[in-house]
């Protein structure tokens, strides 16, 4: 208690409200943008932040989470809630190991490094292990320390230009292939690291595809920290999206990839705000790319191919929060199979998103265990997934609670 006899209104657990104000001011969002995305108003966020209005019902509080990219539940909801990690996964085995790669700054020559030809064969055979494997993340955490340690030595030892902007290229992906595995785990600071330094390789590399995948995984990172990011997302793609465009018209099959990819990322970013027009705009001009490449082209990092726009439509109609279009996305894009484990399951949570905002969570959740038999190390880290799962755990249909209890446990969101 204060000197002055007064009460501490920091004494006692904060409410609801209090957390939601002190979350959404941490994320720079206004209660104007907040009500927005859920569909209210601010004065509805104003009036549930002092505490005139009572604490929402779980699915707003779990969309409310999902917006403000809150890690664990009980950061918002307080202790009634479960602690359950949404957007951070539990933290992989390998996660130190492979941060104590990121993290070591070698300045002597300790061992000799591979040529370049050997490490673009490993890291090709790292992509191709990463979208064959339903536990990706196993696989690339276990390559991805000797890799690392062997694209830095191969750029400090590299005695000409051309070799040394040719180890450059092959660093800032290897740190494209780490971005993969340090997302959506506990150490964000860990990922702005490698997204940092994968751009500073890839303009030393002065390598368009390289310059091109670097950007498209800042973009993603800046794009998921939450809506205050949102610009410095698009800052990152256009940009670089205008550095590539002059060279597309006699460009490679996979420069013509990452643009493609690029571009898709400006319509995400817009349907996260709620542009329809845009996002859908952008969609088509992704199309028209994918429609110049090979039919059976897939790119080995993006997955950008004719073969995935299907699924990026589910994603934007998602993204808008509109069911039903979603739910027409998806029986067009279903027609295709996503070679790559890890992003097939990721098509089958923004699918089981789509039947959740469609009114069909019973599909929803026979959709979400598609996703775990397709790749578990994909729904494991992934907040959309937890989410609905966590919703139908208090389903009042007992048949729905149990199976989403089943998977909770194979998740691990619950104990067995």
Not at 296 to 324: C, K, N, R
Not at 347 to 362: K, M, N, W
Not at 374 to 391: D, F, H, M, Q
Request: with cysteine; charged share 25%; glycine share 6%.
């Amino acid at each position: 208690m204060p000197s002055d006899g007064t009460s501490d209104p920091y004494t006692d657990a904060l409410a609801f409200g209090q957390r939601l104000q002190v979350l959404r001011n941490s994320r720079g969002i206004t209660r104007e943008q907040l009500g927005g995305l859920l569909g209210l108003t601010g004065s509805w966020v104003k009036a549930v932040e002092s505490g005139r209005l009572k604490t929402p019902k779980l699915e707003v509080i779990l969309r409310i989470a999902e917006i403000l990219r809150v890690r664990n539940l009980a950061d918002l909801a307080g202790n009634q809630a479960p602690p359950v990690e949404l957007f951070a996964g539990p933290g992989h085995p390998r996660l130190a190991a492979v941060k104590a790669a990121v993290d070591a700054y070698p300045v002597g020559s300790q061992h000799e490094a591979p040529p370049t030809a050997h490490l673009r064969a490993r890291l090709d055979r790292a992509w191709a292990s990463r979208h064959r494997s339903p536990n990706h993340r196993e696989v690339v955490g276990s390559l991805l320390p000797d890799l690392i340690r062997d694209a830095q030595a191969a750029v400090r030892q590299s005695d000409r230009a051309e070799e040394r902007r040719a180890a450059q290229a092959i660093l800032s992906e290897t740190y494209s292939l780490c971005q993969f595995f340090v997302a959506y785990q506990p150490d964000a600071a860990l990922l702005w690291r490698v997204a940092e330094r994968g751009l500073v390789a890839a303009q030393e590399s002065e390598d368009p595809r390289a310059i091109g995948l670097a950007a498209w995984l800042a973009g993603q990172a800046h794009r998921d920290a939450g809506p205050a990011h949102f610009e410095a997302a698009d800052a990152v793609v256009l940009e670089s999206l205008a550095y590539l465009m002059p060279l597309l018209p006699d460009a490679p099959d996979e420069v013509l990839a990452i643009a493609g990819a690029l571009t898709f990322e400006a319509g995400y970013t817009a349907a996260r705000r709620s542009e329809t027009g845009t996002a859908w705009r952008y969609w088509d001009q992704a199309r028209a790319m994918a429609e110049r490449l090979p039919g059976e082209y897939y790119d080995p990092v993006t997955s950008f191919s004719q073969a995935i726009m299907g699924a990026h439509a589910v994603t934007v109609a998602v993204e808008l929060h509109a069911g039903g279009e979603s739910v027409r996305q998806a029986a067009a894009a279903d027609a295709v199979t996503i070679p790559s484990r890890p992003r097939r399951a990721r098509h089958r949570i923004e699918e089981a998103r789509g039947f959740q905002l469609d009114g069909q969570p019973d599909v929803a959740l026979a959709t979400l265990v598609k996703a775990y038999e397709s790749a578990p190390e994909t729904i494991k880290y992934n907040g959309y997934a937890k989410r609905i799962v966590l919703e139908e755990t208090t389903s009042k249909s007992p048949d729905r609670r149990r199976r989403a209890s089943q998977l909770a446990v194979r998740i691990g969101m619950l104990a067995a």
